[in-house]
Structure formats: C-alpha cells, structure tokens
C-alpha cells in the first residue's frame, strides 16, 4: 500500500460487519482512517462509536431519531445528518476513498448505486444489491472505472486465489458453505425448527438475516448470484460445496484442471481487511489456523431437496432479469415473518416459490423496474403469509 491511508466509509457500522471493521481499522492507524459511519435506527452504538472513533461524519437512516442523534454528538467535532438522501450524499463526499457496504438487505441497493457513481471503491458486503441488481450495479461501476471488492468470505477467497492469474480464465468456482445448524437432516426435521435453533450457527457469528440464510442455505443461493456477477461467471460454472469445518473458504479451478483454495480460520475481520488494503496484505494479529486442531477437513454434496432456496435461487439465477429481484424480496419477508414467529422454517421456502411463480419477466430492468418488483413482491409475500395465517 502507497504511504497514503485510505480513507473509509462504513455503511452499517452497528451490524456484525460494521463492527468487526471498525475493529479492523482501529488496529491499522497508519494505514486507514475512518470518515463516516452510518446505521439504520441504533443510535445509542451509532453515538458510541462516534465517540471513540471521531468520524467526520455520521448519518442515521431513520429520521426520527436525529434530534435525539445530536443531542448525543453535541459535544463532538461530527456532522450529523439523517435519512436516506443524506445516506446517499454523504458515500460522495471528497474524504472518502472506499465505502463499505454493509448494510443487510435490499436496503443497501441505492447507497451502493450511489457510491458507484461518485467514483468510491466499494468494499462489498451487502450481497443482496448484487442479487438484485448485479447487472446494472457491475455494468456502471465498469462504466465508472470502479472497482467492487468483495468482502463476504467465499468471495474475498475467490478474488485472492484469482491474483495474478488475469491471463487465466476460470473454469469453475466451489463455493464452501458450512451446511448450517441443520446439515444432514431431512425436510421431516425440519418441520418444528425453532429461531433459536435457527439462529444458532456453529461457525460464524452473524446478523440474524444471514444466520437464517445460511440456516436455510439461501445464504449460498444469494452467494452464487453475487459469484456470478464479481467473476462473470454462467451458473453451471458455480458449484456448492459442504465444508463443515468452514476452513477452506472457497476453491478457484482453472482450464489446465488445477485448483487453488484459501484458508484460514472462520473470520471475517481478514476479508475485510484485505478489502480495505487490497492489493497488500497488512501484518495482522488474526489467530492462526493451526492444522493440529483440524487434522480432518471434510467435503460433501448439497442437499437441494431438502434445502429448497438453494434450488430456488439456482432457478432464479438462470431466469435472470428481475427474478432474483423477486427471490430477495420474498427471502427478506419470509426471514422476517419467521423471526416475527407468523410462520415455520418450511414455509420460508414456501412463500419464495409462490412469489417465483406469480412473478412477471422482465428482462432489462431499470433501476426503477427493481424497485417496483421489490415493492410489489413484499406485498405479494406478506398477503401469501396473512392467508396462511
Ligand atoms: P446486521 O444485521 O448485523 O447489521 C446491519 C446493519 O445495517 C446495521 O448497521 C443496521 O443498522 C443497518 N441497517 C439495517 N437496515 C437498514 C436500513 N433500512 N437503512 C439503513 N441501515 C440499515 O447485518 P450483518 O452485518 O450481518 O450483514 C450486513 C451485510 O453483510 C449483509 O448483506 C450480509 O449478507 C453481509 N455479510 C455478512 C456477514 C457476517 O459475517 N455478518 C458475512 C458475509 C456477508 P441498525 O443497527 O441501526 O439496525
Ligand atoms: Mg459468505
């Protein structure tokens, strides 16, 4: 890395991710520097972290909550700002060199949108924008010259087992997913699964959408998508893998047959750095994997029978146009619905599918197009789900 530190916006900086970047940057003072942190409603950590970590800026999405906001900061050096119009404005401002999504959701679609086009390197976490929207997102930001790193882990290890391999297509990826709290059983098991048992990971520690996600795998199923924008890659050329271990994080195989993997412990404070320093490597203090603690690193096949959003997904991925559109949007209301407790682990995958069916085609969607699919399809799964009821 050039002597210049780069500058950072986090976008989410409450969530899971925000956090652990937040660690990540304070341990590489000379390296990065923080300029802007955001998040939906928390202000109480927002203002906490704002205090510690002196941003330049900081914006609350929900706008009832910036009095109360100020009141907080109104002896610290940071502008406060509120809504979503201030969320998009402020990933353009001239301090920031590379902004952070990590926001959870369909949420993070139009900030994302907005970073690209005023030119930041993106620091990609928030998945759910490219399911939606890869091919406008990855179409503007070549237009724009922008780079999108990955962060999420399978990604981040596709993208650093592709350095100095520009010359050399890929002929296949293996996504690693650990199979979740419920590897192994069968749809029957499934019937009674309790949030807490859902929201319980053996791996990694989440937000809860995602942790639900990679319970129901529709966590890989939003990966493959996402795969299939960051590499250019058709859906036959991603494949899943089991890996229960969560070691290897996913595997590159190229045209002569040879396949380079990345390792490391389950953590996600590497790939967010190594998005941040990219092309460097920063010296780190991440615990170390040692091989005495994992002497058996397993593989096993998918099990998209039981496992339907990752079927669905698949389906959704070929279709292309706004489907994926519709996949997330009736992931996200179903996920709620099940946290809400309105309805079974099962009927996630239920709902999904109905949406799927209903869904009309749209081939080359506008920016406009996503947003009125997204809207149109939470109402459809929410009306699915109160029948049901
Ligand atoms: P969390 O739920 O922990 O955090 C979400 C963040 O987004 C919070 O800061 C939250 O603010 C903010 N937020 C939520 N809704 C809105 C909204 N409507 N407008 C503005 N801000 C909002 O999520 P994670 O950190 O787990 O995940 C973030 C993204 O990263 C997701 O897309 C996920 O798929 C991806 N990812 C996460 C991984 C992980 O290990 N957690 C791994 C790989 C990818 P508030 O706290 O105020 O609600
Ligand atoms: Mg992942």
Redesign the pocket.
Known sequence: MSKDKRHIAIL???????TQALEVIKSQPEKLELEVL?????IE?LAQQAKKFKPNAVVI?DESKYEALSEMLKDEDVKVYAGEDA?NQIVGIEAVDIVLT????Y??LKSTMSAILAGKTIAL????ALVVAGELITSVAREKGVDIYP???EHSAIFQCLTGEIYNPIEKIYLTASGGPFRGMKTADLKNITKEQALDHPN?S?????TIDSATMMNKGLEAIEAKWLFGLKSDQIDIIVHPQSIVHSIVQFEDGSMKAQMGLPD?KLPIQYAFSYPLRLKSDFKRLDFKYFSQLTFESPDPKTFRNLALAYEAMDKGGNIPCVLNAANEIAVESFLNDKIGFLAISEVIEKCLEKAEFIAKPSLNDYIDVDFATRAMAKELIAKES
Request: aromatic share 2%; charged share 10%.
């Open positions: 989410g900086s409450t969530g899971s991710i925000g955001t998040a939906g409603s928390n950590l999405s969320l990590a926001i959870v959701g949420a993070g976490a928030n998945k759910e962060v999420d882990s990694w989440m937000g809860a959408k995602i996600m």
